[in-house]
């Protein structure tokens, strides 16, 4: 229990010195998590919405995968990745690989199919009804979509949340396409890995620590937006 | 017009007059909710023509619905507050932003809610909420208004404060009208026009006096709460009134033309008055006297239906109030006599009947 105590004092230190590689890591951390989160949101809640509102044949093939892709083991999208964008890959010659946008791409992969997921359950659940009287208001392809949004918000707003926590969270792909790199493709998981095995507990606790924080209130402002009062 | 790949409406042809509300009526399965919906562009008709003032609906559904309103059997609002589902749609009618406020409170005062206008949407009674509904669909100011059974929901005190509402509306702005409804109460105190739908097709269509107390077959006859339908031969006819024989007696009917030989003769409950056999009050212009004997009373809402046996196993539905039963002292064996005015009997010209 001592070094526990010792490590918690420790990480204590290093925020109060903030030191700046902690600052350094948990900024890169917070840039990659955020574009990955918003390419995904770009992506998955138009297809999540389609999902929903479409039927066409092939639909139910399509939403398996989905929902195989919600639960996708990170560690089988950071070797995909990794295969393609290895120098010999497919896309080697883009030497995207061991940089933040490879960690990106893997991280939009996770998060797509929860994106794409949740958006759809979001949307079922809009009385269809209310669907027809959309469009019977007169509202235009993207006006009808822009509203559909809007009636679906609480459950999109679930969809971020879902997505964010897990890109933040992850660590296999992060360190499969990323490699670590101080300086360059170090995350607070990766950093935190690292400093585990190397017996670092204290600087461990305090890129954990800060790990939780920082999932801990972006998560507290995403819910805050989700529960607003309604206008009284 | 098709729905899951059955043809559910058959219509050769259906006109809304303009500035009138028409009242589509039927029973459950009709037809008449895919003619709104068709009406609507919310499914595609299989064959034929829509047309708003002349010009092809589909050619430009989002002009069309920019066009039209439509108010549905819930009342269907955004999750936002009560002014912003009203201006949210004035926004797509593309009416420009300075004139929505005032436009969107005009009308949800014009319908009793502006006191509603900053509440939210999900926060609002049925009846509440219909009444948005409604002042969205009139703040459009469409060429058309569509309402597919918007009073249907609501409980009764609710439903008819906002149907008088809703009357007084529709004659000051005298927007042309469709309504789709199964409540015959509803289309009489609201239609200029009636069109009535059995089975996909179009029945009948007039002044709703004429569907309601001349109608054109028996099945329409019995939509329309016309319960006395009797097969008649003709006995006679002079100065526009027919006699037809049915069991119970001989009936005189107000004809429109030549009388045909055999017919059903349809008459309201409520066109028919009991009495005693005895009673020798005010003599009346009823033609038509047939006896017979109380053979059920029935509570009926606010009124008491009876059925009568008349001569020859000839049976009646007549309706009378409370009042009235208790002051003719009437039950079930009592002796009376039914009459009614020639000009409250029709005749459908019928081949299968015969006296």
Not at chain 1, 182 to 200: F, K, Q
């Amino acid at each position: 229990m001592e070094f526990l105590w010792d490590g918690l004092r420790e990480a204590v230190k290093l925020w109060l010195s903030g030191d700046p590689e902690i600052i350094e890591i948990t900024l890169r951390t917070l840039g990659i998590s955020i574009v990955a989160t918003t390419v995904s949101l770009l992506v998955g809640v138009p297809i999540g919405a389609a999902l929903a509102l479409k039927s066409f044949p092939g639909r139910r093939p399509v939403v398996a995968l989905v929902n195989t892709g919600m639960g996708m083991p990170p560690v089988v999208v950071g070797l995909v990745v990794a295969l393609i964008l290895w120098r010999s890959g497919p896309l080697g010659a883009l030497e995207l690989i061991y940089t933040p946008s490879a960690m990106v791409l893997a991280q939009f992969l996770i998060a797509v199919p929860l994106v794409i997921g949740f958006s759809m359950a979001s949307v079922q659940q809009i009385n269809p009804r209310l669907l027809d009287q959309i469009v019977s208001l007169g509202a235009s392809r993207p006006q009808f979509l822009w509203l559909i949004v809007r009636e679906a918000r609480l459950g999109l707003l679930a969809a971020l949340m879902a997505g964010f926590g897990a890109v933040i969270s992850e660590v296999g792909a992060a360190l499969m396409v990323g490699g670590n790199i101080a300086g360059e493709t170090r995350v607070l998981t990766t950093a935190t890995a690292l400093e585990t095995s190397r017996g670092n507990f204290e600087v461990a606790i305090a890129l954990g620590v800060v790990l939780l924080v920082l999932a801990y209130v972006v998560n507290l402002i995403f819910t805050g937006v989700q529960q607003q009062r309604r206008p009284a | 017009m098709e729905r899951g790949g059955r043809v559910v409406l058959r219509l050769p042809a259906f006109a809304a007059p303009r500035g009138q509300v028409t009242a589509v009526i039927g029973p459950n399965g009709s037809g008449k909710s895919t003619l709104l919906a068709a009406l609507q562009l919310l499914i595609k008709p299989r064959r034929g023509v829509l047309t708003l003032d002349g010009a092809p609906m589909r050619d430009d559904p989002l002009g069309t619905r920019r066009r039209t309103a439509s108010v549905f059997q819930e009342a269907l609002l955004l999750s936002m507050s009560v002014r912003r589902n009203v201006e949210t749609a004035l926004g797509l009618h593309k009416v420009p932003r300075g004139e929505r406020r005032d436009r969107a409170m005009r009308w949800l005062q014009r319908l009793g809610v502006d006191g509603l206008a900053d509440r939210h949407a999900r926060e609002l009674s049925g009846g509440e909420a219909q009444r948005v509904s409604l002042a969205r669909a009139f703040a459009l100011e469409p060429s058309l208004l569509l309402l597919d059974e918007p009073f249907s929901a609501l409980d009764a005190p609710t439903r008819t404060t906002l149907i008088d509402d809703f009357a007084a509306i529709v004659r000051e702005t005298g927007v042309t009208t469709v309504l789709v409804t199964h409540d015959r109460e509803e289309a009489l105190r609201l239609a200029d026009h009636v069109a009535l739908l059995i089975g996909g097709t179009l029945r009948q269509s007039g002044p709703p006096e004429t569907v309601f107390s001349a109608p054109a077959d028996p099945e329409v006859a019995a939509f329309v709460g016309v319960e006395n339908v009797w097969p008649g031969a003709l006995r006679g006819q002079a100065q526009g009134v027919a006699t037809y024989a049915v069991p119970g007696g001989d009936v005189d009917v107000v004809i429109d033309g030549a009388a045909a030989p055999a017919a059903l003769v349809c008459v309201r409950p409520e066109q028919i008055t009991l009495d005693l056999p005895d009673h020798d009050g005010p003599p009346t212009s009823a033609r038509n006297r047939l006896p017979g004997r109380v053979a059920a009373i029935e509570p009926a809402g606010a009124l008491v239906r009876l059925r009568l046996a008349l001569a020859d196993e000839g049976v009646m539905v007549a309706t009378l109030t409370r009042p009235s039963l208790e002051a003719l002292e009437l039950e079930v064996g009592s002796a009376l006599v039914a009459s009614f005015k020639a000009s409250a009997a029709h005749a459908i010209p019928h081949q299968g009947a015969s006296g």
